[in-house]
């Protein structure tokens, strides 16, 4: 699909689109088809079409990251673009040891148990690589609970906004590891902290995790500062 190849970086910035025409003979579809698709990746801000000019790819800064459509797209990734990659981390680390601490003031007993229900399936499809997929689901289904506890709209309607991105991000660190106990007890300990309701010790437990991850996508955490939200929004 058109739309998974500039995702994954298979086109780069400013590089020219291929022809209407060319796309018709290549993939043996009409004309209206290919319109159509070409409309859904310019509305996406993938590509900007201009007369005279033709189609090119746009900056991954004009990417509209939060259109449904393109959440559908980037769920369906398995090698997402690099700069991509590294864009959702920096969200991450901006917001979810923020996220967790939320968590820790306000999760109620059935935040708990989802979060519970998410780590022990993570734990029991861990060993076996060719569960690794059910593992990453459980993964998921983890932070998205966090984010579920933190009992702030916002916060919330990010989480399920980014979640196909997400989804991605855990997806290619997981195919990084042989093993994935150092992951498994670091978000143990992100659960232990808000079961506890201690909201220092789940940040940093969160920070931790996010540690991990950047060690295994080979992303230089230690580059980006911890951007975290004002003081004054806890208020």
Not at 146 to 165: D, E, F, K, T
Request: proline share 4%; aromatic share 6%.
């Amino acid at each position: 699909m058109l739309a998974h190849a500039i995702l994954a970086g298979e086109w780069v910035s400013g590089e020219t689109f291929p022809r209407e025409i060319d796309l018709c003979e290549h993939f043996a579809a009409s004309r209206n088809r290919v319109r159509n698709a070409l409309a859904e990746l310019s509305n996406s801000g993938l590509i900007e079409r201009t007369a005279g000019r033709g189609t090119v790819v746009r900056d991954i800064e004009e990417w509209h990251l939060l259109d449904p459509q393109m959440s559908e797209w980037m769920s369906e990734l398995e090698s997402p673009h690099p700069q991509l990659v590294n864009e959702v981390f920096a969200f991450r680390l901006s917001a979810e040891p923020f996220i967790s601490e939320l968590s820790a003031l306000n999760a109620t007993a059935q935040d708990l148990a989802r979060i519970e229900t998410a780590f022990d399936g993570m734990w029991a499809n861990a060993d076996d690589p060719a569960r690794r997929e059910v593992h990453t689901e459980y993964d998921v289904a983890f932070h998205d609970a966090i984010y579920r506890a933190s009992h702030n709209l916002v916060w919330r309607q990010m989480g399920l906004l980014l979640r196909p991105s997400i989804v991605a991000l855990i997806h290619h660190s997981h195919h990084q590891v042989n093993s994935l106990d150092d992951s498994l007890e670091r978000h143990r300990q992100v659960l232990e902290a808000i079961r506890m309701r201690q909201p220092d010790a789940a940040r940093m437990a969160t920070e931790r995790v996010l540690e991990r991850t950047a060690s295994d996508l080979g992303v230089d955490n230690g580059a980006r500062k911890l951007r975290r939200p004002n003081q004054a929004l806890r208020r």
